[in-house]
């Protein structure tokens, strides 16, 4: 499909997992992409492989944790290609910890990558979102609904992904700009080959919250956000999608 032809979509995340597979479906849906990852050589990977599909893609250095690179990011896309119509905040850590290894430094942290700096984003990017009655995706979690053990800081910056989604959707509907968040379960992306877990946990209580061997995969995100950053979209907005192959409706 082609739905974003004359379309320019700025994805963060790009180098790895959903924001790759986001990045590389946009392209083929017609969209010129803007990739912004604090790995720039998986970023230059993701973009090599647009270019060598016929697609149009430039990558940015980015790390989420400074507010100038966010909003570096953002403006760069408005060099470049003079317009934004999709933003697809998607850059994300994660990690499991007891509540009493959770220090401020490392909350803080977690709400800086997860959350501060896709609200910077949206910030940036809605004065040029207006122009072209674009829209924006966000990337949650099942955890900002229903929560895990040892998930206290990740679920945080996740339920607040929810919250900025549908206040920016009523906010910004009357300029026909479309806010919506994702809330993937588990998927089968680098984030959960190397999952920091603490010592002395009940292994019980994540291994019933996670059916390892029945994850999703990243082009299955990918799918949905092109959809939602479609036109086949237009009446959806403020939305939290629960993507999960069902594992909510076992809990
Ligand atoms: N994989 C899952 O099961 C799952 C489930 C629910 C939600 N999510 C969310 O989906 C999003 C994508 O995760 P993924 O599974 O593709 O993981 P991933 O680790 O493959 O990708 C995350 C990307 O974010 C980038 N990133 C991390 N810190 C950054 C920073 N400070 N600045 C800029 N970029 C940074 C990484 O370099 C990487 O490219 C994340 O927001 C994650 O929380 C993932």
Redesign the pocket.
């Known amino acids: 499909m082609q739905r974003l032809i004359g379309r320019v979509a700025l994805v963060?995340?790009?180098?790895?997992?959903?924001?790759?597979q986001t990045a590389l479906r946009l392209a083929r849906e017609g969209a010129r992409v803007v990739i912004?990852?604090?790995?720039e050589v998986?970023a230059k990977e993701t973009t090599e492989q647009i270019r060598e599909e016929g697609g149009e893609a430039t990558l940015r250095p980015?790390?989420?944790?400074l507010e100038t690179s966010c909003v570096e990011l953002v403006s760069s896309a408005i060099e470049k290609y003079g317009q934004l119509d999709v933003v697809a905040n998607?850059?994300?850590?994660?990690a499991f910890y007891r509540l009493d290894e959770i220090s401020t430094e490392i909350f803080e942290r977690f709400l800086s990558?997860?959350l501060t700096?896709p609200l910077i984003i949206c910030r940036e990017a809605m004065p040029h979102l207006k122009r072209t009655r674009g829209s924006i995706v966000n990337?949650?979690?099942?955890?900002a609904r229903v929560c895990a053990p040892y998930h206290a800081a990740?679920g945080a910056s996740?339920a607040g992904i929810l919250a900025l989604t549908k206040s920016l959707a009523i906010e910004f509907a009357a300029d026909g700009v479309r806010v919506n968040a994702i809330?993937?379960?588990?998927?089968?992306?680098?984030?959960?080959e190397d999952h920091r877990m603490p010592k002395g946990i009940d292994e019980g209580l994540l291994a019933r919250l996670y059916p390892l061997d029945e994850?999703g995969n990243?082009e299955q995100?990918a799918g949905l956000i092109a959809y939602l950053a479609s036109d086949e979209a237009s009446y959806i907005s403020g939305e939290d999608i629960v993507i999960d192959g069902g594992l909510r409706s076992a809990l």
């Open positions: 963060t995340g790009g180098a790895s997992g959903m924001g790759k912004g990852d604090i790995d998986g980015y790390d989420a944790s998607i850059a994300g850590i994660s990558v997860n700096s990337i949650a979690s099942v955890n990740y996740k809330c993937p379960g588990g998927f089968d992306t680098p984030m959960n994850m990243a995100i």
